[in-house]
């Protein structure tokens, strides 16, 4: 399996432009999660989904954050319009999960560097 | 809300020593805990997964250890090496439905 695939790794733009991140996760996967990692803050939850289906979004800081999860394969993290402090490593994890085989492991992205100038 | 906490921040070993790295977390209702590995500029290799029901677990050098009524867990690495040099973050699978807790890790430094 290719692993949790994001993308870019690197993105730097401008205050007020939008920024899309965009996610795979490993195939088979029920839960998908995007999490945010700075300095000061640690490793921050946004949001995850289960079966394409928001589940719990309080992570996200503004409204100017938004994800979407339109099928199994493909999620977006969308910030609109950026600001400087959004500058973090953002990443994409996926994990396993049924009634049957819940070993609930989380595996990990490499994450997409965003700075925001 | 549970709070995962890794003691210490920071630890710098000779090559060659073994070393335990603590985590521990306030709500004992969990799923699961697991160790990763961060390299810098990476993302999050795991490392050990341990289910509520177990008690350790072993990989290689590696042993974690659980103890779900106190509140704690440890990550034993022997005979450390200079390539073991990471952050270890460990993280609770518990409260909120396959919802994880992150403590912010402790960076290792193994000198040759």
């Known amino acids: 399996d290719a692993g949790v695939i994001q993308s870019p790794r690197h993105e730097v733009t401008e205050m007020g432009q939008e920024v899309t991140l965009r996610c795979k996760p490993i195939?088979?996967?029920?839960?998908l999660f995007w999490y945010r990692q700075t300095m000061m803050r640690g490793l921050e939850l946004l949001i995850y989904?289960?079966?394409?289906?928001?589940?719990?979004d309080s992570g996200m800081p503004e409204d100017r954050f938004s994800a979407k999860m339109p099928n199994a394969s493909f999620s977006t993290l969308k910030i609109q319009p950026s600001e400087p402090r959004d500058s973090a490593v953002y990443f994409c994890?996926?994990?396993?999960?049924?009634?049957?085989?819940?070993?609930?492991?989380?595996?990990f992205g490499e994450g997409s560097r965003l700075t925001v100038l | 809300k549970q709070e995962v906490t890794q003691i210490p921040a920071a630890l710098s070993v000779p090559e060659g020593e073994n070393l335990v790295l603590n985590c521990s977390f306030t709500?004992?209702?969990?799923?699961?805990l697991q160790w990763f590995r961060q390299d810098p500029g990476k993302g999050l290799t795991s490392l050990l997964l341990?289910?509520?029901?177990?008690r350790e677990q072993t990989s290689g050098r590696l042993n974690a250890s659980l103890d779900k009524s106190s509140g704690r867990s440890t990550l034993y690495i022997a005979a450390s090496q200079p390539g073991d040099s990471a952050t270890y973050l460990c993280?609770?699978?518990?409260?909120?439905?396959?919802?994880?807790?992150f403590g912010s890790g402790t960076k290792l430094n193994v000198k040759p």
């Open positions: 994890a996926s994990s396993p999960w049924t009634e049957r085989a819940n070993t609930g492991e989380l595996f």
């Open positions: 195939s088979g996967h029920d839960y």
């Open positions: 989904f289960n079966n394409n289906v928001p589940i719990d």
């Open positions: 709500d004992s209702a969990i799923y699961n």
């Open positions: 341990i289910q509520s029901s177990q």
């Open positions: 993280a609770v699978n518990g409260g909120n439905f396959n919802k994880f807790y």
